[in-house]
């Protein structure tokens, strides 16, 4: 069986290339060109340390070749870098700039990894796609689920709810029965070199590593960045904001409101360029609209059913009741109300440690 293992050059995809060594697969290791050349160029020599914390640079790419030599597996580049400008850069410009909040890992997951990714090296003979995440592809009469790793701490199954059904027969989690620690373990143990790498910073393809806001500021062209007015529930004028793109609903630090220690975002208008603040208790909501509805079990019977439901990856859930209200949407009604679920993040449905779906908050 011919396994591909995506080989970022951090602990985690290092130690899982290692397991499926021992494991005497007929193994290869590819990464994931993403950053465009002159990204790369932009950013100097000068910064150099923070390239290296970038997934998928020019660096990480030469940490991943030194563990593919180590471990005896031939190493390959996959430029998809045209690709993840075109479906991840330009739609985390257009949610920012719509006054909603990306969730770039969860898309880069579906139709990168295991969307462009996968099809490349299964048009190539590869039977299997391997990659370092903390989660597990189970199997129950027959079916193939998503679920939970081990280690619920860095369980990473939110972020790969959007991948397709029909892509689980061919992934592979190595990681998926252990915890980071373990991980860290057979690193040390085992001389793999990315055993203290830190993990990748938030945005992935921040070349300069100054941040979204300076990302945004770099690569909008048009100004997203005018102030507006900051107003209260009731409409009241109480300050002004740096331009909507620096913003994100349940936001609390950064406001710069005199006498509004307190105060959260509510809404953030795009169109008026105005965002409303309030105080903790307005934030918290027990109805979400989701739209782009994709599920990982059958769909059978599905008009009114509980789910544990997770409208962020740090959250730990909570008990709602999913409605579909057509194939594409749905409501979530949740036993207790929520804090400020953002327009544009997942909501990810769970059945005990399976994913069992999962829709993007419109409202």
């Keep these: 069986m011919r396994v591909a293992v995506l080989l970022s050059g951090g602990v985690d995809s290092s130690v899982a290339a290692f397991i499926l060594k021992k ?3 007929d193994l290869s290791a590819f990464t994931i060109k993403t950053w465009r050349d002159e990204s790369e160029e932009e950013s100097g020599s000068a910064n150099d340390e923070k390239k290296a914390k970038i997934c998928c640079s020019s660096t990480a790419i030469e940490h991943a070749r030194h563990t593919a030599a180590l471990l005896k597996i031939p190493h390959h580049v996959v430029d998809l870098s045209k690709e993840f400008f075109e479906k991840i ?16 890992c969860v898309h880069c997951n579906s139709l990168i990894k295991f969307g462009d990714c996968l099809n490349k090296l299964r048009a190539v003979g590869i039977s299997t796609i391997a990659t370092g995440h903390y989660a597990r592809v189970l199997t129950r009469g027959g079916n193939y689920y998503l679920a939970q790793g081990k280690d619920k701490k860095y369980d990473q199954s939110y972020f790969l709810c959007d991948i397709s059904k029909e892509t689980l027969p061919f992934i592979e989690f190595p990681l998926g029965e252990l915890t980071k620690s373990e991980v860290r373990k057979i690193a040390k143990e085992n001389g793999l070199s990315s055993a203290e790498r830190k993990s990748s910073q938030d945005i992935c393809f921040d070349s300069r590593g100054e941040g979204y806001g300076e990302y945004m500021a770099s690569h909008v062209t048009r100004n ?3 102030s507006g007015d900051v107003i209260n529930k009731n409409g009241e004028i109480l300050g002004r904001h740096k331009g909507v793109a620096f913003y994100t609903v ?3 630090r950064g406001l710069g409101i005199a006498g509004q220690n307190a105060a959260y975002i509510l809404k953030i208008d795009a169109k008026n360029n105005v965002i409303t603040i309030g105080e903790k ?4 909501k027990s109805v979400i609209h989701l739209t782009g509805l994709k599920w990982l079990i059958s769909e059978k019977a599905l008009e009114s059913r509980k789910f544990l439901v997770k409208i962020r990856y740090n959250s730990p859930g909570s008990e709602g009741v999913v409605e579909k209200l057509d194939a594409d949407e749905c409501v979530v009604r949740f036993k207790k ?18 994913v069992a779906g999962s829709g993007w908050i419109a409202k």
């Design 23 to 25: 494991k005497g697969y």
């Design 89 to 104: 850069e330009k739609y985390f410009i257009d949610e920012y700039i719509s006054g909603r909040t990306p969730n770039p």
């Design 224 to 226: 997203v960045f005018a």
């Design 250 to 252: 349940g936001q609390r």
């Design 281 to 284: 208790k307005d934030a918290m």
């Design 337 to 354: 109300p929520q804090f400020a679920p953002a327009p544009g993040q997942a909501a990810v449905f769970y059945e005990d440690d399976i």
